[in-house]
């Protein structure tokens, strides 16, 4: 199990120009400008615990996960989101 501290996510989507939508989310997370090809992805829930890993295209379906505050890497970018 990966964990790791909360404070060290820094949101760097904004270099990629990289966009989340909708914020908060309730099924599927759109991953708007992300590269042709598909990219790894790694969830991490509040307390820094890996929760979900896979491969994203423009959408990542999150409905198995529970209401809360998640931080989401692709590649060396990292953001925050919050499931509704």
Sequence with gaps: MNI???????????????ELYPNPVNEVLFIKNLSENAENYLIFNAVGQEVQRG???NEIQISNLDKGLY????????????VD
């Design 4 to 18: 790791i501290p909360v404070q060290t996510i820094v949101n760097e989507f904004v270099e990629k120009n990289l």
């Design 55 to 57: 491969t994203a295209n």
């Design 71 to 82: 931080i989401i890497k692709i590649g060396n970018y990292t953001a925050k989101f919050i």
